[in-house]
C-alpha cells in the first residue's frame, strides 16, 4: 500500500456537508488514506448510505445528521465524534448554502439571514467547537474551511453568498492567530466552478450558454473543476505535509480569480 493511501492512518476526521459534491468527495479520499471519517450533513439518509459505502469499500466511517446553523446540533456533532472516537484531529467545514439568486433591493431579510446563518455562523459554530475539542486533548490538529471564489469577486444577486464567503477569510486568519500556539492549523480552500450538483442547479438557472461562456472567458484551463480535485486541496492541507502552512488562502479554481 502506498504512502499516500497511509497518509491519515490513524486520524480522526469530520467532514460537514457531506452528502454531496464536494464533502463526499473529500470524506471518501480521507477514508481512502486510513482515516475513521464522520460525514456530517441534514440530509441524514444520505449520509447514511454514503458512510455504510465507505465501509463496504474497506474504509472505517461514521454518520451524524447535523445542521450547522444549529448551534445545539455543532455541539452534539462534535461531543459524537469525541466519544466515538476518543479525539478529532481533522475537520473540514464544508456547508454551505446559496441557491437563491436576487438583488439587493427585492432581497428579503430571511434570504440573507439563511445563507449567513450557515455559511458564516455555521462556520464559526464548527470552528469553535472543533477548536475546543482539539485544545483539550492538547494534539493539535487541522482544520480546512471551504469558501468559494465569490470569496475573492462579487456576484449581482449573490450579494448575501458573497459576503458570507468573503467573512470566511477573515474568520480563517483569525483563528489561525489564536490556534496556532497550540499546533491547530486553520486554512481556507476557495473552489471556483466545480461540476458538482449545485453547480449544476446554477447552470440550470442561468442556462448552458452564459455558463459556457463563462468558463471558455473567465477560466484559465477552459473547464469546470472536478470535486476530487478540491478534495485532494483540502487533504493535502490537512496532511502532515502542509505543517507549515496556516493561516492561508488556497484558491482552486482554474485561474479563474484572476481573469477580468
Known sequence: MSAEVNSFAGKIALVTGASSGIGLTTAQL??????????????????????????AAGGKASHIRTDVADAGDVEAMVANTVETHGRLDIAVNNAGIGETVVPIVDMADADWDAVID??????????????????????????????????????????????SKSAQIGLTSSASAELAPQSIRVNLVCPGIIDTPLHRRARTKFGDAA???????????????????????????????ASFITGTTLTADGG???TL
Open 30 to 55: 480521507l477514508a481512502m488514506r486510513g482515516a475513521s471519517v464522520v460525514l456530517a450533513a441534514r440530509r441524514e439518509e444520505d449520509i447514511a448510505a454514503h458512510a455504510e459505502a465507505i465501509r
Open 118 to 163: 450557515t455559511n458564516l455562523r455555521g462556520n464559526f459554530l464548527c470552528l469553535k467547537h472543533q477548536a475546543r475539542a482539539m485544545l483539550a486533548a492538547g494534539n493539535g490538529g487541522a482544520i480546512v474551511n471551504v469558501g468559494s471564489v465569490n470569496s475573492f469577486l462579487g456576484c449581482a444577486a449573490f450579494a448575501h453568498y458573497c459576503a
Open 256 to 258: 479563474f480569480h484572476l
Open 211 to 241: 455558463y459556457d461562456e463563462l468558463i471558455e472567458h473567465r477560466i484559465h484551463l477552459k473547464r469546470a473543476g472536478q470535486p476530487i480535485e478540491i478534495a485532494r486541496a483540502i487533504a493535502f492541507l490537512a496532511s502532515d505535509e
